[in-house]
């Protein structure tokens, strides 16, 4: 009888999680292009900024995440404070398969390493680091949705039972 590695079954979860993450960001900005240059200006109260601003923030905010994780720049960094969706969403393929080779390189989550916050060196593990990436941008998509909801625009679904349905059909 063949044995299953109990490690096997933790990865492919953490992987649809990476999965499910570059999902909804790369979903959220297929709509944002839908969306004329005055509507991505659109703010509300309580969120980042701009649509255009947050989603910007999101996908360079992954890439310092990656980088922290695996010691390596990103093939092309986001330069600008707002970058164009185009470029958002090649960035954000980018780091989807960033993502899942990170994870097959099976790190260590209790391991510790030096970061910069803010400007200045803070001690942090592995495994905070990655949920911190996924809840950040669970935020930040979040934010977007608002300030789309709050312009009586519906947002696109971006949660996770939408991409169950996505990937299970």
């Known amino acids: 009888m063949l044995r299953r590695d109990p490690r096997d079954g933790q990865v492919t979860q953490l992987r649809r999680v990476v999965d499910y993450n570059a999902w909804a960001t790369l979903r959220l900005i297929r709509f944002c292009r839908a969306l004329d240059p005055e509507q991505r200006k659109l703010t509300a109260a309580g969120t980042l900024g701009s649509i255009e601003r947050t989603l910007t923030h999101l996908v360079s905010s992954e890439q310092f995440y990656l980088r922290d994780l695996t010691g390596m720049d990103p ?14 969403a090649d960035r954000a393929t980018e780091s989807a398969a960033r993502w899942l080779t990170y994870l097959e390189s099976a790190p260590d989550p209790e391991e510790s390493f030096v970061t910069t916050w803010r ?4 001690n942090v593990v592995r495994w905070g680091t990655f949920a911190q990436a996924i809840a950040h941008g669970v935020e930040h998509r979040t934010h977007v949705c608002t300030v789309l909801g709050a312009n009586g625009i519906e947002p696109p679904d971006v949660s996770v039972g939408a991409y169950e349905d996505e990937v299970a059909g």
């Open 75 to 88: 093939p092309t960094w986001i330069e600008s404070r707002i970058a164009s969706l185009d470029e958002l």
């Open 119 to 122: 400007g200045n060196a803070k």
